[in-house]
């Protein structure tokens, strides 16, 4: 049923063919003025032959044309089946890049053909656009492995570019370390940089710039001696590590405390503040603000002391009470040694008896082994 429905629609095709060929050549010989067919019995004659003679042809052919239709189709679903989900996935890409190529270039070709007949355009387009699809698939299926490669390299270019945007913007969100006055002060910042323990962007707010201008002019000699220190610190660190810093220029004019301006901008940046300030790192958390208290990381890392350990020490003063002793260890850890007073000077060998650990520090609490 299908192959007759296939023969009559073939014979059709044929007529139309003949029909649009007779009057493709009727148009050639009027317009070369050759008036071979003249009147309108021979032009009418000439449609008739035409259109029956192509009709008996696609007649005749229709079954070849069939088998192979039919050996195509086949051809075609084995070839799919035989091709990975990747080549696919190209060859259809080929074949849309195919058509859109093809749609530029055949509608001004077809333009070129209206002239002659109406119908030719249109089969000259659509011949382009059936070519143009199968050379797209081809190709882009045959040269699969070097248009990935091509694309990756396109794809870590871009990636290098956004690298390089991002590191321009000055720090990517949620990374910044907002710097507090204390912190820059102390120091300690710049050795903690220095290990790699501390990552992203250091961020100094203007606001507290501006805070150590005000200190290293001051009248009092210790806060001047401060403020320069904390303004050598941060050029040792913009000049000697690696570690990227950026000058927040920005202000809060409706905030008048610095502190609440540092909580502000951390918020603002979705980073964190560092700090030595307690009353800083307290409202902090009440906040929600996350804060690195280098203090709370130096008790951290201190050695944990357990009772009953014995260490050796230098007494170097008297304590509180009458009799106590005071050490000190390498970190800075103090010791209160019971009886120690009259050690002072000398290192004895003591035993630990307890251990007081505060948010501002821990001490130790010891008695001379001889006693």
């Known amino acids: 049923m299908f192959k007759k429905g296939l023969k009559i629609i073939f014979t059709l095709l044929g007529l139309v063919v003949g029909y649009i060929i007779a009057e493709a050549i009727l148009a050639i010989n009027t317009g070369l003025r050759i008036n071979i067919i003249k009147g309108v019995v021979a032009t009418t004659i000439f449609y008739i032959l035409s259109v029956l003679l192509f009709g008996i042809i696609f007649?005749?052919?229709?079954?070849?044309?069939?088998?192979?239709?039919?050996?195509?189709?086949d051809k075609i679903e084995k070839n799919i089946q035989r091709l990975s989900a990747q080549e696919v996935i190209y060859g259809s890409a080929g074949l849309l890049i195919g058509l859109i190529i093809a749609a530029f270039i055949g509608?001004?070709?077809?333009?070129?053909?209206?002239?002659?007949h109406p119908a030719i355009g249109p089969i000259i387009f659509v011949l382009l656009e059936?070519?143009?699809?199968?050379?797209?698939?081809?190709?882009?299926?045959?040269k699969k492995e070097d248009i990935s490669s091509t694309l990756l390299i396109f794809k870590r270019n871009n990636q290098r570019e956004r690298e390089k945007e991002k590191k321009s913007r000055g720090y990517a969100k949620g990374s910044a370390k907002v710097l507090d006055t204390s912190v820059i002060i102390d120091g300690r910042i710049f050795d903690l940089c220095q290990t790699g323990f501390i990552e992203g962007t250091l961020v100094i707010p203007s606001f507290v710039l501006d805070e150590l201008r005000h200190i290293s002019d001051s009248s009092d000699s210790l806060k001047r001696n401060r403020g320069r220190r904390g303004l050598d610190?941060?050029?040792?660190?913009?000049k000697e590590l690696e570690i990227e810093t950026q000058i927040w220029e920005g202000d809060f004019k409706d905030i008048a405390e610095v502190d609440s301006k540092l909580l502000k901008l951390a918020q603002k940046l979705g980073g964190k503040v560092i700090t030595n300030d307690f009353n800083l790192n307290k409202v902090a958390e009440f906040q929600g603000v996350?804060?690195?208290?280098?203090?709370?990381?130096a008790n951290a890392i201190k050695p944990v002391v357990l009772p009953g350990e014995e260490m050796k020490i230098i007494v170097i003063k008297d304590g509180k009470e009458s009799t106590q002793g005071i050490g000190y260890l390498d970190d800075g850890t103090m010791i209160v040694v019971e009886g120690g007073k009259k050690y002072i000077g000398e290192e004895i060998l003591v035993i630990v008896t307890s251990v007081l650990q505060t948010s501002a520090g821990r001490m130790i609490f010891a008695k001379p082994k001889d006693n």
């Open 107 to 116: 509608a001004p070709l077809s333009g070129i053909f209206v002239g002659i």
């Open 290 to 297: 996350p804060v690195l208290n280098i203090n709370e990381l």
């Open 59 to 73: 007649y005749f052919i229709s079954p070849g044309l069939y088998k192979l239709i039919s050996n195509t189709i």
């Open 233 to 238: 610190i941060l050029n040792k660190i913009q």
């Open 130 to 142: 059936l070519i143009a699809a199968i050379l797209g698939a081809e190709i882009f299926v045959k």
